[in-house]
């Protein structure tokens, strides 16, 4: 239901508002403060000091029994009906309201808000008659249904694996309730999709309840079974980290809603921005598709849904980046609704040492989000929150923060003991009743459920499960469960992975895009220091030579975008880049107005979004990486300013990208453009690092063709037609790997690292080793192998020494994961006169691709019978990537150099 309200108030509310300035102090007071009174921790141990901004007397109010006209103070009418007929209150009366809307069993926060409409709203919300709309028998059987269940099932999974880390809800069995009636509503709403991200506790009890998740699945897994088909090669997750995709069905509901709960690893809060990211890139998906892309607006159709634990949400950064972006553009997804599931401790650490707020969700307010505190004990109370909740998240379209304050019965897990550290805390837990029970005991006074009828869920559900464990040896995974297979893709590791597609385009449509990569149309007016990047642009068009990289960038883009795919590139200032070279996105510089002239100038079904980020890592990065979950025909990049500072985001790295394909089968065609290179700029923008992805690879050791199996794709490209390549290649497969590309800094503009045009047109493809052109093979006596801009300082050098301009070649690997292992051994079988071959490489020895390239190259070596081993010439090892000492760097870089000539 939405929930309108008015702005300004009448002449006489606002002539009875002066009047009774007291008594809207005091109104206001509670509207403001009441939180801080309300019975909203069911072991009572918030500390709940007096609230004095709560006492009438304060502000001249004294006698109960006096009458005020409360018209334009307290909201007296239901939601719609609107009427200036003056309402009457006692003092008393007035403060009995309040107190029970503010100061009751739900505490609010909204007054933080600076916008007087979501003020109103709330206002207006909460103390008119529709907020104390009764719980139905139909809605009260259900909550105590769920609540059952999980109690059941909570026992007996203690009886059947008594030594499992579980991760149980007892205690927060609310959290079912509340998200039951998350899901009601949203489909009630209209909403057809809900992304969920969460942690551990409690994901059992949801996944094999409201989510359908087949209990004999959940055994299966239990007794060291995988639960993804063997003859896929996965590794497969822990019990904590399964996931479910059904589609729910609600009475009212005009259709069912699909709710997809997310695989995450166990570094809390790290899904959130890959919830976001892929609820994003769905509405993007639906905007495309909708008759009229006006009357769709982000969070119609699809909605993100994130919970959390308390410890979690103040403690991990991630958090403060997420929130950070919901109402950015590119990044905005109509509003989230958090769930904080507040056992008041993390792991054994009690909230007075977990954080410096009064509140776990007070990181909320960075964006003014409204907070909903509720006590789990009473789960119709948990349930109308939650509703509430949803109401001002679809009216406004902004994050709201639910904390669902509830407790754990055992300790971090069913097999810790939280009486070591919080004995006064378990004492309480302990001599205390559970929650469904209390609840049921509830309805039957009511007179709403016989011991009868609540004996039978227990047992009959207690019955099923034991069915189902029955049937766990025999269940077969399907991979379908896990994730839905999108068209046209295939399993990399099977024999309809293409690995080799075509990547070149014919002449006239690179032509064509390149036009149109600088296209501002009449009466725009760019920067005039543009002017010469449109006009060398046309000009390296016309003659097919002297192809930068950002041109070869923007005829991948343009050329993806021809044939139905989306290109999103995200990170700080990716619309001009970093480097002041991209420039896919111009502004007058009269009016401010931005143009994408890809988007203008190019007739294509795909679309190109430029997301200037905030100056998040770790938060963006997992944001595209969500992207890149959602659908195979989009390309999802995310640039670092330099590649250095990736680093930030390495949870995303080490259990996202590098390993989500064997962990969940879930395929991302994510790309990291990561600026590389040491030029002076001392130890912060000089690496990519790229020994820490080689590390995180399962690159092999043998010498074979391993492409489609490798889980990340490595290179280091040196010349924009196969930096082209790359991006298409990343699309034209039939699969999606993540690309890790240390990319271009000095080479952007570096005269000598052009492609021709004609490198990019059919037939044309990304070569992973580039042999050196320039020298006559059997005159070489010395092979360098190397990565990288290096190439181009050693071709200059060998030019001015005449010793080595015959007998010393420099071979470029491009691509270090998959290794080139038969390309490599091509190339180096022209060189037989050769004696000695040696890794150069401007990185110290121990980063670089040094130590994952020798044992490789050596395996060639064998392979061709050459006598020796690889040798090492550059830095000597360091603690840091660079110095960054200007005299210092300069010397260590002229002896890497001189390195490759030493001796000849």
């Known amino acids: 239901m939405v929930v309108y309200v008015k702005c300004s108030d009448s002449p006489s509310q606002l002539e009875n508002r002066t009047v009774n300035a007291p008594l809207l102090r005091y109104v206001d007071s509670l509207r403001t403060h009441g939180h801080r009174a309300a019975r909203i921790d069911p072991l009572d141990l918030l500390q709940r000091e007096e609230v004095a901004a709560l006492d009438p007397a304060r502000y001249g109010l004294v006698d109960q029994g006096k009458k005020y006209n409360v018209n334009g103070i307290v909201w007296t009418n239901p939601v719609g009906v609107d009427t200036e007929t003056p309402v009457e209150w006692t003092l008393e009366q007035l403060t009995r309201h309040l107190r029970a809307v503010y100061v009751g069993r739900i505490a609010y926060e909204y007054m933080h808000s600076p916008s007087k409409t979501e003020r109103l709203w709330f206002s207006h919300l909460l103390e008119s008659e529709n907020a104390a709309s009764k719980t139905t028998d139909t809605a009260k059987e259900r909550i105590h249904g769920l609540l059952a269940r999980s109690e059941t099932f909570d026992q007996f999974m203690q009886l059947k694996f008594p030594n499992l880390k579980r991760y149980g809800l007892e205690g927060g069995e609310s959290m079912l309730p509340a998200l039951d009636a998350l899901f009601n509503i949203s489909a009630q709403a209209g909403v057809e999709h809900l992304i969920l991200g969460m942690p551990h506790r409690g994901r059992l009890n949801l996944l094999t309840d409201l989510l359908q998740y087949p209990a004999r699945a959940l055994f299966h897994k239990i007794k060291g079974n995988s639960e993804v088909p063997e003859d896929l090669g996965a590794s497969g997750d822990v019990i904590s980290h399964l996931v479910a995709s059904p589609s729910l069905r609600y009475e009212g509901a005009s259709r069912p809603v699909k709710v997809s709960l997310l695989p995450n690893p166990s570094h809390l809060e790290a899904i959130n921005p890959v919830a976001l990211g892929k609820t994003r890139a769905k509405q993007f998906s639906l905007l495309k598709t909708v008759p009229n892309p006006d009357d769709c607006f982000p969070g119609d159709k699809v909605m993100c849904v994130q919970l959390h634990g308390d410890a979690s949400f103040t403690g991990q950064g991630v958090v403060m980046e997420g929130l950070s972006l919901s109402n950015l553009p590119h990044y905005t997804v109509g509003g989230s609704v958090h769930l904080v599931v507040n056992n008041s401790i993390g792991y054994t650490t009690p909230a007075s040492s977990a954080r410096s707020s009064l509140y776990c969700s007070d990181i909320g307010k960075m964006i003014n989000a409204p907070v909903l505190h509720v006590n789990g004990d009473y789960p119709e109370d948990v349930a109308k929150a939650m509703e509430v909740a949803f109401k001002y998240r679809n009216y406004f379209r902004k994050d709201v923060i639910i904390d669902l304050i509830v407790y754990r019965r055992w300790g971090h897990n069913e097999l810790d003991e939280p009486a070591f550290t919080q004995p006064l805390m378990y004492e309480k837990i302990r001599s205390r009743r559970s929650v469904p029970s209390l609840y049921e005991e509830q309805l039957m006074n009511e007179g709403v459920l016989s011991q009868e009828t609540a004996t039978n869920i227990r047992t009959s559900y207690k019955s099923h499960l034991?069915?189902?464990?029955?049937?766990?040896?025999?269940?077969?995974?399907?991979?379908?469960?896990?994730?839905?297979?999108?068209?046209?893709?295939?399993?990399?590791?099977?024999?309809?992975?293409?690995?080799?597609?075509?990547?070149?385009?014919?002449?006239?449509?690179?032509?064509?895009?390149?036009?149109?990569?600088?296209?501002?149309?009449?009466?725009?007016?760019?920067?005039?220091?543009?002017?010469?990047?449109?006009?060398?642009?046309?000009?390296?068009?016309?003659?097919?030579?002297?192809?930068?990289?950002?041109?070869?960038?923007?005829?991948?883009?343009?050329?993806?975008?021809?044939?139905?795919?989306?290109?999103?590139?995200?990170?700080?200032?990716?619309?001009?880049?970093?480097?002041?070279?991209?420039?896919?996105?111009?502004?007058?510089?009269?009016?401010?107005?931005?143009?994408?002239?890809?988007?203008?100038?190019?007739?294509?079904?795909?679309?190109?979004?430029?997301?200037?980020?905030?100056?998040?890592e770790f938060g963006v990065l997992g944001f595209e990486y969500g992207v890149s979950w959602e659908k195979p025909n989009i390309l999802p990049i995310w640039e670092a300013q330099f590649g250095d500072f990736f680093n930030g985001a390495q949870v995303m790295i080490d259990t996202f990208i590098s390993s989500g394909e064997t962990k969940w089968l879930k395929q991302s065609g994510i790309v990291m453009l990561l600026p590389h290179g040491l030029d002076g700029a001392g130890p912060e923008h000089s690496s990519s690092h790229i020994e820490r992805f080689l590390q995180l690879t399962n690159d092999r050791f043998t010498y074979s063709d391993h492409t489609r199996d490798v889980n990340m794709q490595i290179v280091y490209p040196t010349t924009p037609a196969q930096y082209f390549h790359l991006?298409?290649?990343?699309?034209?497969?039939?699969?999606?790997?993540?690309?890790?590309?240390?990319?271009?800094?000095?080479?952007?503009?570096?005269?000598?690292?052009?492609?021709?045009?004609?490198?990019?047109?059919?037939?044309?493809?990304?070569?992973?080793?580039?042999?050196?052109?320039?020298?006559?093979?059997?005159?070489?006596?010395?092979?360098?192998?190397?990565?990288?801009?290096?190439?181009?300082?050693?071709?200059?050098?060998?030019?001015?020494?005449?010793?080595?301009?015959?007998?010393?070649?420099?071979?470029?690997?491009?691509?270090?994961?998959?290794?080139?292992?038969?390309?490599?051994?091509?190339?180096?079988?022209?060189?037989?006169?050769?004696?000695?071959?040696?890794?150069?490489?401007?990185?110290?020895?121990?980063?670089?691709?040094?130590?994952?390239?020798?044992?490789?190259?050596?395996?060639?070596?064998?392979?061709?019978?050459?006598?020796?081993?690889?040798?090492?010439?550059?830095?000597?090892?360091?603690?840091?990537?660079?110095?960054?000492?200007?005299?210092?760097?300069?010397?260590?870089?002229?002896?890497?150099?001189?390195?490759?000539?030493?001796?000849?």
Not at 493 to 509: F, I, L, M, R
Not at 529 to 537: G, K, T
Not at 745 to 756: E, H
Not at 824 to 840: C, K, Q
């Open 466 to 616: 034991t069915f189902e464990l029955a049937q766990a040896d025999s269940y077969v995974p399907q991979a379908s469960m896990l994730q839905k297979q999108w068209s046209g893709i295939v399993w990399p590791a099977s024999d309809q992975a293409e690995k080799h597609p075509e990547t070149g385009v014919n002449a006239e449509t690179l032509h064509k895009v390149g036009r149109a990569s600088v296209s501002c149309g009449e009466g725009f007016e760019i920067h005039p220091r543009l002017s010469r990047h449109v006009s060398n642009r046309l000009k390296s068009l016309e003659s097919g030579k002297s192809i930068d990289w950002a041109t070869a960038e923007a005829l991948a883009f343009g050329t993806l975008m021809l044939e139905g795919c989306d290109v999103r590139i995200s990170g700080q200032d990716v619309g001009r880049g970093t480097f002041s070279q991209r420039h896919a996105m111009l502004v007058d510089q009269r009016t401010e107005n931005v143009t994408v002239p890809l988007n203008v100038a190019l007739e294509s079904e795909g679309k190109l979004e430029l997301a200037n980020s905030s100056l998040s």
């Open 727 to 904: 991006l298409r290649r990343q699309m034209k497969r039939n699969y999606r790997k993540p690309l890790i590309v240390a990319g271009p800094k000095g080479l952007l503009r570096l005269p000598a690292a052009n492609s021709s045009l004609e490198s990019m047109t059919t037939g044309k493809k990304f070569e992973p080793v580039l042999d050196d052109t320039g020298i006559s093979a059997p005159d070489v006596k010395r092979v360098v192998l190397l990565t990288g801009k290096l190439y181009y300082d050693l071709i200059k050098e060998r030019a001015i020494r005449p010793n080595a301009q015959n007998t010393v070649a420099f071979i470029r690997i491009e691509e270090l994961s998959p290794f080139p292992f038969s390309p490599l051994a091509t190339i180096l079988s022209r060189y037989n006169n050769a004696s000695e071959i040696v890794w150069l490489q401007e990185e110290p020895r121990n980063q670089g691709a040094f130590t994952h390239v020798q044992e490789r190259i050596n395996v060639v070596l064998q392979h061709l019978n050459i006598e020796g081993k690889l040798h090492y010439r550059g830095r000597d090892e360091d603690a840091v990537p660079a110095p960054g000492v200007a005299k210092l760097y300069q010397v260590q870089q002229k002896g890497v150099i001189s390195a490759a000539f030493d001796g000849l």
